[in-house]
């Protein structure tokens, strides 16, 4: 009985220090992979482009995706897809499967961004349709619960946009609208409307991974 005892004391405390193991783990906040990246996306807009490429070309540990469309309108915009290789690793939307997102499965990036989205890619990420690099990067960023960042082009009645010729007013449709309401619901999504928005969003990324912007010199 003495020995018995002994063991059912002994068996009790093992059960009791693993458990203990196994809260204490859970209890641990989850370290991203020190090789994740960034992952930025370019799609066919024009609105705040310059903008945009502007806190790209600052982003540190940060690749590039782009659409079809975006690889169509950057030179219209004046900008070399060489320029954009010298400072990020550049992905083209050239396979129907859209291969590069399988670094996404890797714990290859744990922040998404696309900046500026077009009506077009967001009514696309809104419904689930991912027939686009960004737009996949976007459906499967969400599968995988990695953080997405949105800044979203129509979303005010009256939008003043710089086309490669000129400045142009539109005038974006409920539709627009409504679907940027159905995105704003998304979990592990973030829309922003301003540059400001979106720089603001960016830098504390940067800082929950103790990053800093890229300083150029003049």
Known sequence: MHWGSTIIKLMKQLNNDIWHSVATQSDKPKVKDQKSKFAWCLTGSGHYLKESIQLLDKMPDT???LSKAAEE???MYGYNLDDIKLKHKLFRDKTYSSVPVGALYKNGYHTVIIAPATSNTVVKCALGISDTLPTNMFAQAGKLKIETIIFAC???PTVITESPKEWVELKPRKVEFDNLALLRNFEECTVVETVSELQVIL????KQFGLNWI???S
């Open 215 to 217: 300083e150029f010199s």
């Open 203 to 206: 830098d504390k990324r940067l």
């Open 63 to 65: 690749d590039v995706f």
């Open 73 to 75: 309108v950057l030179p």
């Open 154 to 156: 129509d979303t005010e």
